[in-house]
Each structure stands twice: as structure tokens, then as C-alpha cells.
């Protein structure tokens, strides 16, 4: 059984840097891609970032750059670092796995919430 638990989020002001930890239990990584999804208020969720099984990587236009995803498979632990954090990056923030490909995401944690505010 997939088990996902997001760690990280906080309250901070606009320009500020952030991480992100998702710890997963049952994942097996060799055939699974992981993912961050954000739901803004009011919103419909939207992809952040994914890293598949190869190790690829893909992210949504809107971070420009700013984040960045990784995987330490040693420690189980699925990583977001985000630089040059907005207003409109306020969301809740989720973890999330799925088979390798990125096509579909089916199994997620409970979120962590980031608040970027001045």
C-alpha cells in the first residue's frame, strides 16, 4: 500500500525559498513516476513538477525556473525546492505517484499548505 506524507509548508513573504518533503512508503520507483500537484484556493489542482522512473524531469511553464524537483530513493523522500516564491504560488501543495510515464497520477498525500504572503 502507497502511503505519501508531505512535509515543509509554512507561511512566507514573496522573494522567499522554500522546500518541500514528501515521505513515501510502497512506491516502487523503478516503475513509478512522482509528482507535485498544487490546488490554489478556488482552483482546480494543477501539476507543479514530476520525476519519472529514468530520472527525467518535467515542469509546468508557470515556474520559470524556480522550482526544482528531485528524488532521494535512499531516503524515500520526494523533494520541491522553490526559489522566488509568489503571491499566486499560494496553494496547497501535494505529493503524489503513479505508474512511470507521468500520464496519471493515482495515489496522493494529504498536502502541505504554502502561504506566500507580504
Known amino acids: 500500500q502507497v502511503q505519501l506524507t508531505e512535509f515543509g509548508g509554512e507561511s512566507l513573504q514573496p522573494g522567499g525559498s522554500l522546500t518541500l518533503s514528501c515521505v513515501a512508503s510502497?512506491?516502487?520507483?523503478?516503475?513509478?513516476?512522482m509528482g507535485w500537484v498544487l490546488q490554489a484556493p478556488g482552483k482546480e489542482r494543477e501539476g507543479v513538477a514530476a520525476?519519472?522512473?529514468?530520472?527525467?524531469?518535467r515542469y509546468s511553464d508557470f515556474m520559470k525556473g524556480r522550482f526544482r524537483i528531485s528524488l532521494d530513493t535512499a531516503k524515500n523522500t520526494l523533494y520541491l525546492q522553490m526559489n522566488d516564491l509568489k503571491t499566486e504560488d499560494t496553494a496547497m501543495y501535494f505529493c503524489?505517484?503513479?505508474?512511470?510515464?507521468?500520464?496519471?497520477?493515482?495515489?496522493w498525500g494529504k498536502g502541505t499548505q504554502v502561504i506566500v504572503s507580504s
Open positions: 503524489a505517484t503513479g505508474p512511470a510515464g507521468c500520464n496519471a497520477l493515482d495515489a
Open positions: 520525476i519519472d522512473s529514468d530520472g527525467t524531469t
Open positions: 510502497g512506491v516502487t520507483y523503478s516503475t513509478s513516476c
